[in-house]
């Protein structure tokens, strides 16, 4: 059973720029949620999709946007980047809470660098 | 409000002894679920071990085991015969009823295990 793919593992992007992250989840896995990391915030929730619906967002400001594909892959987007957005972000899949509390699994994360 | 409290920034074990990770949680959820995870350097959240709050008996994994106290909101994660590999940062989640499939993350351990 493959696990959850990130993509790319690694970005480097100027400030003003857009970007563009992927995640692939366990297959099965409707749910993908997304995390921003950083060393002085920890991890915080940006948002979560389900089924192609955002049932969720984030405390982020409108240039953190997400969308889900009909096969359960998510894309996030960041446009006009800032140098506080460098950060790893994660991506989580799992099954709806209501099916299966236990499965929920992490990606290896995509390190944005913004300069 | 939801909320995850792990007090103890690091940790230092030495190899082959056992260590508790501390976590405590605050949730107005009638029906949540708690995880351990670890992040080594590499970035990659895996999972370690899962306790749903009306689960009767404490969850184990291998070597590791989830000291549950729900009258005490508290989740500890023990680690038994650490190893050097058991390096890394180790985080308390939470997620319930009332926020789909959001978690909310304490701020972290960091456990050294020494030779």
């Known amino acids: 059973k493959a696990g959850v793919t990130q993509t790319p593992r690694y970005l480097i992007k100027t400030r003003g720029q857009q970007v563009t992250l992927s995640c692939s989840p366990i297959?099965?896995?409707?749910?993908v949620s997304w995390y921003q990391q950083t060393p002085g915030q920890g991890l915080q929730f940006l948002f979560e999709y389900f089924s192609e619906t955002q049932r969720n967002k984030g405390n982020f400001p409108g240039r953190f946007s997400g969308r889900q594909f009909s096969n359960s892959r998510s894309e996030m987007n960041v446009s006009t980047l800032e140098l506080g957005d460098s950060a790893l972000y994660l991506c989580?899949?799992?099954?709806?809470?209501?099916?299966?509390?236990?499965?929920?699994?992490f990606g290896q994360g995509t390190r944005l660098t913004v300069v | 409000a939801q909320k995850i409290t792990q007090t103890q920034p690091g940790m230092f074990v030495q190899e082959k002894e056992a260590v508790t990770l501390d976590c405590t949680y605050d949730t107005s959820d009638p029906s949540y679920g708690l995880f351990w995870y670890k992040q080594p350097s590499s970035g990659e959240m895996i999972f370690l071990i899962y306790?749903?709050?009306?689960?009767?008996q404490n969850a184990t994994e291998g070597r590791y085991s989830l000291n549950f106290q729900k009258a005490r909101k508290s989740a500890n994660l023990v680690i038994s015969a650490s190893q050097l590999g058991d390096s890394a940062m180790y985080f308390c989640a939470m997620r319930g009823t009332y926020n789909f499939n959001k978690f909310y993350f304490g701020s972290g351990t960091k456990l050294n295990v020494k030779p």
């Open positions: 297959s099965g896995h409707r749910s």
């Open positions: 989580a899949s799992s099954l709806d809470w209501r099916e299966k509390y236990t499965e929920a699994f």
């Open positions: 306790q749903g709050s009306y689960d009767q």
